[in-house]
């Protein structure tokens, strides 16, 4: 599995698709200003159904109309719209599609946890892999993928899988005052194709990786994470902080990503057998 993950950091042509196009503070916009401050080699093309053009790129009103195959999208889109872009991506061959928006099954409500169900059923039926939704995506200096311009341009040896995309800019960002760089860094949200395992079994193998940080709320299958992890630790140095052991910490993932909290003695005892790092 871990193999066939690097297309993620490494894709020959990204599409944002959702992009604002009135306002250049507006948040959607984070990512494509990330990739030219990066200077992303591969070419980009932002999508908006009033076309026209942004920072001297065409804006395509779909993906149809651009004439070229799109290994990644980044989706900015509204939740309701995220289903219908999975088919869209899978004719125009995209290997897969990162959807920062919010409003799935984190939200706690019906409506939201049937919309990410159908982006998993889409993913498998279709071969598209998800990251997210509800999530900032990828951070691979030496491909020049991003999602916030401030980041060191400079690769390092830690590899960082958070659920959480804002501790995810938090850690790089003080890190980055420490001296720290980063080789991949995955904040993947809900999780609804890959999940934690998948990348944790990409970072255990990466040669460009020493050292893997976690930041896990919760986990969807715990026997097979455990082996990844358990792998992991005797290849790697291995931090691990577990959201939600405390009472607000509970709320607060309960409220992110919808997902339970788990025991602390639980997870402190598997660290100890594991010689992971808290």
Same mark, same amino acid.
């Given at each position: &599995?871990?193999?066939?993950?690097?297309?993620?950091?490494?894709?020959?042509?990204?599409?944002?698709?959702?992009?604002?196009?009135?306002?250049?503070?507006?948040?959607?916009?984070?990512?494509?200003?990330?990739?030219?401050?990066?200077?992303? $080699? !591969?070419? /980009?093309?932002?999508?908006?159904?009033?076309? !026209?053009?942004?920072?001297?790129?065409?804006?395509?009103?779909?993906?149809?109309?651009?004439?070229?195959?799109?290994?990644?999208?980044?989706?900015?889109?509204?939740?309701?719209?995220?289903?219908?872009?999975?088919?869209?991506?899978?004719? +125009?061959?995209?290997?897969?599609?990162?959807?920062?928006?919010?409003?799935? @099954?984190?939200?706690?409500?019906?409506?939201?946890?049937?919309?990410?169900?159908?982006?998993? $059923?889409?993913?498998?039926? &279709?071969?598209?892999?998800?990251?997210?939704?509800?999530?900032?995506?990828?951070?691979?200096? +030496? @491909?020049?993928?991003?999602?916030?311009?401030?980041?060191?341009?400079?690769?390092?040896?830690?590899?960082?899988? @958070?659920? @959480?995309? !804002?501790?995810?800019?938090?850690?790089?960002?003080?890190? &980055?005052? $420490?001296?720290?760089?980063?080789?991949?860094?995955?904040?993947? !949200?809900?999780?609804?194709?890959?999940?934690?395992?998948?990348?944790?079994?990409?970072?255990?193998?990466?040669?460009?990786?020493?050292?893997?940080?976690?930041? /896990?709320?919760?986990? +969807?299958?715990?026997?097979?994470?455990?082996?990844?992890?358990?792998?992991?630790?005797?290849?790697?140095?291995?931090?691990?902080?577990?959201?939600?052991?405390?009472?607000?910490?509970?709320?607060?993932?309960?409220?992110?990503?919808?997902?339970?909290?788990?025991?602390?003695?639980?997870?402190?005892?598997?660290?100890?057998?594991?010689?992971?790092?808290?």
């Amino acid at each position: &599995m871990s193999h066939s993950l690097e297309f993620l950091f490494h894709p020959h042509s990204i599409a944002l698709v959702g992009i604002s196009l009135a306002n250049p503070d507006h948040w959607t916009r984070t990512f494509l200003d990330s990739l030219l401050e990066f200077r992303f $080699r !591969g070419p /980009i093309y932002p999508v908006n159904p009033r076309g !026209g053009e942004i920072e001297g790129l065409r804006v395509s009103p779909n993906l149809e109309d651009i004439p070229n195959q799109v290994d990644y999208v980044i989706s900015t889109v509204p939740a309701r719209a995220a289903p219908r872009l999975v088919e869209e991506c899978a004719q +125009k061959g995209t290997k897969a599609v990162h959807f920062c928006t919010a409003g799935f @099954s984190e939200t706690g409500e019906e409506e939201g946890a049937k919309l990410e169900a159908e982006l998993a $059923r889409l993913s498998r039926n &279709m071969g598209i892999r998800i990251i997210g939704p509800n999530c900032m995506g990828i951070y691979c200096p +030496k @491909s020049g993928l991003s999602f916030d311009a401030d980041f060191p341009k400079e690769s390092g040896s830690v590899g960082f899988i @958070s659920q @959480s995309g !804002g501790n995810a800019i938090y850690l790089v960002r003080q890190a &980055m005052w $420490r001296g720290v760089r980063f080789s991949k860094v995955i904040s993947y !949200g809900n999780a609804c194709d890959l999940n934690e395992s998948d990348f944790l079994e990409c970072l255990t193998t990466d040669p460009d990786t020493g050292i893997i940080a976690l930041y /896990i709320e919760g986990v +969807k299958d715990g026997k097979r994470f455990r082996r990844t992890l358990d792998k992991a630790a005797k290849e790697k140095v291995v931090v691990l902080l577990k959201g939600g052991l405390t009472e607000g910490g509970t709320r607060a993932v309960a409220g992110h990503t919808g997902a339970l909290a788990g025991s602390e003695l639980t997870w402190d005892s598997l660290c100890k057998q594991l010689g992971i790092i808290q």
